[in-house]
């Protein structure tokens, strides 16, 4: 897995910011749409739109990339087979072998490479592609899916929420997408249920 950065900012249903952290690049991928119901969810309408992710991830320094059509169109297929693997894998389940061959495929690709730049910053070396940016994020898959967090890999407790991340706290016991977000609003349902069994007047 990529090492860890701030996270995303995603919005409530009530438009409210919140910090999400996954904990892998990978699954910072899936809050931009997916299969099936997530369809409702999709930002990546346009290859700008991918180019916006790259932006807002965890790669550092911030990628710049032009990105073609047909390299959109992997993104949503890494992206959707992502989705499947990972909610497989909270389950205990080893998920489909088409959506592990897609995965493979974008990893067999060569991926994004670290440089000392000529200012002696970290840079990229050659051309930052949008093919070479999915082999990167397929890379950091195959290390969460095969390696040591692989059973950490939770769907966040909250009733109606389904994004995922992966557990990297010392106990293992992380439960929400975000203190800010779920796991906040558990704290105020869980007052005031306990505030509703209270004998009246105390």
């Given amino acids: 897995m990529t090492s860890s950065a701030t996270g995303l900012v995603l919005r409530s249903a ?3 910011p919140y910090r999400f952290d996954p904990g892998a690049l990978c699954l910072e991928l899936l809050p931009t749409g997916g299969p099936g119901a997530f369809a409702r969810y999709e930002v990546l309408h346009g290859p700008a739109d991918l180019a916006v992710w790259a932006a807002r991830c965890r790669l550092t320094p911030t990628p710049v ?15 959707d087979a992502l ?15 088409a959506d592990v061959a897609v995965v493979n495929r974008a990893a067999a690709r060569p991926p994004l490479v670290p440089a000392v730049g000529p200012d002696g910053e970290r840079t990229w070396a050659g051309a930052v ?20 967090f ?7 407790a909250g009733d109606d929420c389904y994004l995922v991340y992966v557990d990297t706290s010392r106990p293992g016991s992380r439960r929400w997408c975000s203190m800010e977000h779920c ?16 004998p009246e007047g105390s």
């Fill in 129 to 148: 592609t949008g093919e070479r940016l999915l082999a990167t994020v397929a890379h950091d898959a195959v290390e969460l899916l095969t390696g040591g």
């Fill in 65 to 79: 990339v032009e990105v073609s059509d047909a390299e959109l169109a992997s993104a949503k297929a890494l992206r």
């Fill in 183 to 198: 796991g906040n609003r558990h704290k105020v349902r869980a007052l005031r249920a306990r505030r509703s069994g209270e």
């Fill in 83 to 97: 989705w499947r693997l990972a909610l497989a894998r909270a389950e205990g389940a080893p998920g489909a072998p």
């Fill in 14 to 16: 009530t438009g409210a």
């Fill in 150 to 156: 692989r059973d950490r890999i939770r769907k966040c």
